[in-house]
């Protein structure tokens, strides 16, 4: 019952003040809805990494520098790789070898960057991709070889409104023409634009050059040991799917602290308003508290409740903090579904807690200097105040 009265008079001194409480509550609310937006970039590419890239690509993808060369300036891998991984393809378990030329073109506006993706014809589009398939016209076929012609992911032809038939410039000097469109798969593919490897080569000027070697395996159980054996043989970087999910974890992770450091001022802001509200709070109350002990309540009482307060407040500015973060979820998703066909944000439940939890803790700190303040009213001081 102790406990239950506390919660009762802590949530009566707060609703004496509405306005300072309710402002006090929105400063926590916008400073957690920050951090939940933030954070959630972070869950969302994860989750986008591991269910879309981890069952699509190559087993092995074997380049010169490592997982930065797909976004090198320009391909720098000799073409004579293809020959050296084939002549160990027997004794390796390889099944398949892909040559790939990437090329990036920017923008300002991101809905108009494409990644141009190079791969033989004859193998074509499902040689590195298995999944994908037509929506409109035909995937690229042995014929394509040399011509300027493209298979377009479906994002990528909504963004750059391409249709069959319609022509897409490389450059200043080459353009391709759209043969076909892709159903929408995943949020890789949907982006990429893809190109008989020898035109891009000629367009690019990348002749004899590539990006990057895919290597599928007879048994994928078996990537790690086969990329060990093609790296040491081949003095070349040589990474499995596994591999490029925990360089994606790392990744993440530095991001997330960067973004929780940006957060982390809105916080510090959030908790500094809360501790203003309380500290006013305790001071326009000292009648109030030196009354409370004097019909018995101990200090540690008094502390009690002017921390009941400060959590209060930050119990309620969380929960609307994190509704408030999941509208801000909402339209980050909206903007990249547009953009990439991916859904860039998601609030998880460890997001959850977290939010949960800082936004307690934020309370309890702030509330740590007004408890003890409220806890060392003298009774005769504190009556004697008109």
């Given at each position: ?6 919660w ?5 001194g ?22 939940v ?17 981890g ?5 092995i ?56 993706y190079?791969?033989p ?7 590195v ?59 890789l593919?949907?982006?990429f ?26 048994d ?20 499995t ?15 997330d602290a ?13 908790g ?62 909206l ?32 509330g ?12 005769t ?6």
């Open positions: 019952m102790k406990t239950l009265d506390l009762q008079l802590a949530w009566r707060l609703t004496r003040r509405p306005v300072r409480t309710v402002l006090t509550a929105l400063g926590i609310t916008v400073a957690v809805a920050s951090m937006i933030f954070l959630s970039l972070g869950e969302g590419l994860r989750q986008v990494f591991t269910s879309e890239l069952g699509i690509g190559p087993d993808q074997v380049s010169l520098n490592g997982f930065t060369q797909g976004l090198a300036p320009s391909p720098n891998l000799s073409d004579t790789t293809t020959a050296d991984i084939q002549k160990l393809a027997p004794s390796l378990g390889i099944s398949l070898i892909t040559p790939v030329v990437m090329s990036l073109r920017t923008s300002l506006d991101p809905s108009q960057s494409v990644v141009f190079g791969l014809a004859a193998q074509g589009v499902n040689a991709f298995p999944k994908v398939t037509a929506a409109q016209g035909r995937l690229l076929s042995a014929a394509d070889e040399g011509k300027p012609v493209a298979v377009v992911g479906a994002k990528a032809a909504s963004n750059l409104k391409l249709k069959i038939g319609s022509e897409l410039r490389l450059n200043r000097r080459a353009s391709v023409r759209v043969t076909g469109i892709l159903n929408p798969e995943s949020g593919t949907d982006s634009i893809f190109i008989p490897l020898s035109t891009i080569q000629q367009d690019i000027g990348a002749q004899g050059k590539l990006s990057l070697v895919a290597v599928k395996l007879n994928p159980r078996t990537a790690r040991k086969v990329a060990t054996q093609l790296a040491r043989t081949l003095n070349l970087e040589a990474q799917q596994s591999d490029f999910l925990s360089f994606v974890e790392r990744a993440l992770k530095i991001s960067v973004r929780f450091g940006i957060s982390l001022i809105s916080l510090i802001v959030g500094l308003a809360v501790a203003n509200t309380v500290m006013m709070g305790v001071f326009e109350r000292t009648r109030e508290f030196g009354t409370l002990r004097a019909i018995g309540a101990r200090p540690g009482f008094v502390r009690s409740l002017v921390l009941t307060e400060s959590l209060l407040l930050a119990l309620v500015g969380g929960a609307f903090g994190i509704l408030l973060g999941l509208v801000g979820i909402w339209g980050v998703n903007y990249t579904q547009n953009l990439a066909g991916i859904d860039a944000a998601a609030l998880t439940p460890r997001l959850t807690l977290l939010a949960f939890g800082i936004s307690l803790l934020l309370g309890l700190m702030a740590l200097l007004p408890a003890r303040t409220a806890g060392n009213t003298v009774i001081d504190a009556l004697g105040r008109a």
